[in-house]
């Protein structure tokens, strides 16, 4: 804890401020600093994504040329429905991954970590490869109409977020695996899990957003 | 820890360090540099925002005494249109983003880990981390006015506006990066202000010492809570409309491009869904200010402590609904007008009450007037007519007669400088002698305040006039026999004193720093934690965490016949 640091000169003065020690109440509890930072980030966060969800819903179907959502992702056929399995799954096998960490378990921790990250990794993978097809083979581009504009905006916002946390995610495996993890650590490691059932959230919406309610326009 | 708590620890006795420190307290220059870029100590910190913050504010004072000679004359030649129009943008960007923000943030890094009975805030390398990005964003921001021409030879410093509103921004009218330095310059600020206000949260929730609930924290401390909290969720919406501008002007995106089916008016709602919390960021920190130093020289505590504390958090909930009423003009529908309109109304009761409970503060009390009370009686005159201008501009027919004129300048700057500057002010007189052991001279202080209080009158109130005859904002001059010369001119007059109060200002903080009274811990005879410890407090704060048991620990202190605790 920082507020340990200790430097300068002791030129400080003792002061008492016990007026009444008889009065003494419990043991002094505060929340834990990680865990509302955390809360904080991922608020601040949300702010960021609201804007960019609410630009993309403001310009559905606003689009004055071609290609629509309609033609480049339409509804079941284009859905990438493995990928978001993936993605939601990793949620839970990294829940999996905590329970092992609580119980001490370091190799069955490593196991269900890096399946969690194998399938954030796929998820990744997939986001390249329709990009890749979007791109070259339908002509949708961030600058060719709005679509293309929110649709990159939004999604490559969330892919970001993904690669952030995948990168977390392969710190704590390899510190792990060098077994540099002790078990007061254990913290750190929820909060990264925090932050990726967030990702998971954000998917949520931008799914339902873009690949359900956009294709009708 | 597991268990996801923090027990503070009773008795944290320190030994004093080994002697060979006491040698480096007073090193040479570099060892200085050296140790202001080192630090990672909140009140280091804060002091270096807070003079950072004042440089940028004598930069963007001389803009604006500059534009003010411009305007002195009619169809005047003194600037170049261009070179106004740079003016105006910078100055109102560095006075939002590179000073008020700023003073904001030092005030609350130095008060807050003292005022919670604390060592340092939470994160203090992401402290340090939040300082340095804000002052090289400023740096950078300043930088196109050397930098910027680009490509096309065709501009130097931003020239949009504050608010940069769209079209003006897009590729087509605003060629070379120029606008791309502000763009840039304030997503860096922006990410730093959020870094730093996760910071406040965290420490505030998290490091009080034993005793001090919420209820008992000062309202200073509540202040910065809730702008902090105002800052982590309005702050981003600023940086997203900043990357989506980024976007439309180098990768060809089409979100502000009206051909293409884009929305010139979505930045707008986007800029002041940012712009308009941020006033109540800047400003509650101020209100912070004054409900620490109103009771100090009332010689009463706080009157309405919990109605305040509602009050501010209102204020925050509401502020975040009433940004269109900057938009009335771009033609919104009746319903968004009158939902506008009516939120921002409302938003004045919260605000009223606060004044209301200063004034039942000072009823009765044995008021002493010295200079951080004299800013506080300033700022309760003018923050009441900035708020009663305010609620003129909240309806919306009579905004369409007065939107972009002079008034809508008078009245922000009666809320930015008189209230927030002067509530700063009262601030910078108040603890000024904890932070540098020594008192303000109190004759420059009253310099300063009657130059800056007169200059600030004859400077803002002529501006409601001009724009009452129709004088709209921005431009970089007149024709002659509008009626609008004698409002100017005044105006113009008015700026030069102010410029001489904050000359004044300067001068006593250098002097007093050198020849200065001792101030002694706590020359107010003031109540909360942060006088307990010595002037200026040591690096780790408090020998002894402090443990607390009414608002006013130092009162129980000082007076343990009759203390705080038994009657809260």
């Given at each position: 804890m920082s507020a340990e640091k200790i430097g300068g000169l002791h030129v400080g003065k003792p002061h008492s401020f016990?007026?009444?020690?008889?009065e003494e109440a419990g043991p002094w509890v505060l929340p834990s600093q990680r865990k509302v930072g955390m809360i904080c980030l991922i608020l601040t966060e949300t702010a960021l994504f609201s804007i960019f969800v609410v630009a993309f819903i403001f310009y559905m179907?606003?689009?004055?040329?071609?290609?629509f959502p309609r033609d480049?992702?339409?509804?079941?056929?284009?859905?990438?429905w493995l990928a978001s399995f993936a993605l939601f799954a990793s949620s839970f096998t990294i829940i999996y991954a905590e329970k092992m960490m609580h119980k001490l378990d370091r190799k069955n921790f490593l196991i269900w970590w890096g399946v969690t990250m194998a399938l954030g990794a796929y998820f990744v993978f997939f986001s390249f490869s329709e990009w890749m097809e979007l791109i070259y083979?339908?002509?949708?581009?961030?600058?060719?109409n709005v679509f293309g504009s929110t649709f990159y905006s939004l999604v490559g916002l969330h892919l970001s977020h993904v690669i952030v946390g995948l990168i977390l995610l392969s710190i704590i495996f390899v510190l792990t695996l060098l077994?540099?993890?002790?078990?007061?650590h254990i913290e750190h490691t929820e909060m990264i899990s925090w932050y990726w059932h967030f990702v998971d959230c954000v998917w949520v919406v931008v799914l339902t957003l873009v690949y359900f309610i956009s294709p009708r326009f | 820890m597991p268990n996801g708590t923090t027990i503070v620890e009773e008795e944290k006795e320190f030994e004093p360090p080994p002697?060979?420190?006491?040698?480096?307290?007073?090193?040479?220059m570099t060892r200085l540099v050296q140790e202001l870029v080192y630090t990672v100590d909140h009140k280091k910190l804060g002091l270096m925002y807070i003079g950072s913050g004042l440089l940028f504010f004598v930069v963007a004072g001389i803009m604006a005494t500059l534009m003010r000679i411009q305007l002195?004359?009619?169809?005047?030649?003194?600037?170049e249109p261009d070179v106004f129009n740079r003016f105006f943008t910078m100055h109102g960007t560095a006075m939002i983003f590179l000073v008020a923000m700023p003073w904001v943030f030092g005030l609350g890094n130095y008060l807050v880990p003292l005022m919670i009975g604390t060592?340092?805030?939470?994160?203090p390398r992401l402290n340090a981390f939040g300082f340095w990005v804000f002052l090289f964003s400023g740096l950078f921001i300043f930088a196109s006015y050397f930098?910027?021409?680009?490509?096309?030879?065709?501009?130097?410093?931003?020239?949009?506006?504050?608010?940069?509103?769209s079209s003006l921004t897009s590729k087509a009218f605003s060629k070379g990066h120029s606008t791309d330095y502000w763009t840039l310059g304030l997503l860096f600020n922006g990410i730093g202000s959020i870094a730093t206000s996760i910071n406040f949260i965290v420490t505030i929730f998290c490091?009080?010492?034993?005793?001090?609930t919420l209820g008992k924290m000062p309202l200073f401390v509540w202040m910065i809570l809730v702008t902090a909290f105002l800052v982590v969720i309005a702050m981003p919406p600023l940086s997203a409309a900043q990357i989506m501008l980024t976007l439309d002007r180098?990768?060809?995106?089409?979100?502000?491009d009206t051909q293409a089916g884009g929305s010139a008016v979505l930045w707008q709602h986007f800029f002041w869904i940012f712009g308009h919390p941020e006033v109540y960021i800047l400003v509650l920190p101020a209100f912070g200010a004054v409900s620490e130093v109103i009771p100090v020289f009332s010689r009463k505590?706080?009157?309405g402590y919990p109605v305040m504390v509602a009050a501010t958090v209102s204020i925050a909930f509401i502020s975040l609904s009433v940004w269109a009423h900057h938009m009335f003009t771009v033609g919104m529908t009746t319903a968004e007008n009158i939902f506008f309109a009516i939120s921002t109304m409302i938003i004045a009761v919260p605000t009223g009450i606060k004044i209301f409970n200063w004034l039942g503060t000072m009823y009765g009390g044995k008021i002493r007037m010295d200079v951080p009370m004299l800013f506080c009686i300033a700022f309760l005159f003018q923050f009441l007519i900035a708020g009663l201008t305010g609620v003129m501009l909240a309806v919306a027919p009579f905004d369409w007669q007065l939107s972009d004129s002079y008034f809508v300048v008078a009245h922000f700057h009666y809320v930015i400088v008189g209230g927030i500057v002067f509530g700063l002010f009262a601030g910078y007189y108040y603890w000024y002698p904890k932070a540098f052991g020594k008192m303000l001279n109190d004759k420059l202080g009253h310099w300063h305040f009657w130059l800056f209080t007169i200059g600030f009158h004859l400077t803002f109130d002529p501006q409601h006039f001009a724009g009452f005859l129709g004088m709209p904002r921005r431009i970089f001059t007149y024709e002659a026999g509008r009626g609008w010369e004698i409002w100017n001119q005044i105006s113009t007059i008015g700026v030069f004193l102010q410029g001489a109060g904050i000359l004044f200002f300067v001068v006593n903080l250098i002097h007093s720093y050198i020849k200065g009274k001792e101030a002694g811990d706590d020359p107010w005879d003031?109540?909360?934690?942060?006088?307990?410890?010595?002037?200026?407090?040591?690096?780790?704060?408090?020998?002894k965490i402090p443990e607390v048991r009414s608002r006013r620990p130092l009162w129980d202190l000082k007076h343990p016949e009759d203390p705080d605790w038994k009657f809260e």
């Open positions: 016990v007026n009444d020690p008889s179907g606003k689009s004055l040329n071609p290609p480049v992702i339409p509804f079941p056929s284009k859905t990438p083979h339908e002509g949708l581009t961030i600058s060719v077994g540099k993890i002790p078990e007061d | 002697p060979e420190r006491v040698g480096e307290e007073h090193g040479s002195y004359f009619p169809s005047s030649k003194f600037l060592r340092d805030m939470s994160f930098t910027a021409p680009g490509l096309y030879n065709a501009g130097s410093a931003p020239n949009v506006g504050w608010f940069a509103y490091l009080r010492c034993k005793g001090m180098y990768l060809g995106a089409k979100f502000f505590p706080i009157f003031a109540w909360t934690l942060e006088w307990a410890t010595t002037s200026p407090p040591p690096e780790y704060n408090f020998d």
